[in-house]
Nanobody, 126 residues
Framework: QVQLVESGGSSVQAGGSLRLSCKASGYRIYYMGWFRQGPGNEREGVAAISIAGRSTSYADSVKGRFTISRDNTKNTMYLQMNSLKPEDTAMYYC?????????????????????WGQGTQVTVSS
């Protein structure tokens, strides 16, 4: 059974950068994604990455600012977040599922993922 542990969340000023990490236990390699949920908002997809890392998907709101990557030798996925905005403030969750591929739309749907981490808080102040 895979377990996901996020880290790297913090409080930063607008325009700053953060890198989130998600460490996965277990030996099976999963399709993975980052999701976020702000106060009073539904959970939304931020970015997703295929098993080999060749395919990525991004929400329009983060394109050009966030980069998702993974290192399967370390069972770790990353989210590099640059040019952070106050509206990026949220709890960020790592998710995974044992599928070989998703369409770009499906990759960012929370209901498509069965494994979830506990989240790491990102707060961006203006």
């Amino acid at each position: 059974q895979v377990q996901l542990v996020e880290s790297g969340g913090s409080s930063v000023q607008a325009g700053g950068s953060l890198r989130l990490s998600c460490k996965a236990s277990g030996y099976r390699i999963y399709y993975m994604g980052w999701f976020r949920q702000g106060p009073g908002n539904e959970r939304e997809g931020v970015a997703a990455i295929s098993i080999a890392g060749r395919s990525t998907s991004y929400a329009d709101s983060v394109k050009g600012r966030f980069t998702i990557s993974r290192d399967n030798t370390k069972n770790t996925m990353y989210l590099q977040m640059n040019s952070l905005k106050p509206e990026d403030t949220a709890m960020y969750y790592c998710a995974a599922d044992l599928v070989t591929s998703y369409s770009n739309n499906d990759a960012l749907l929370p209901r498509k993922y069965s494994k979830w981490g506990q989240g790491t808080q990102v707060t961006v102040s203006s």
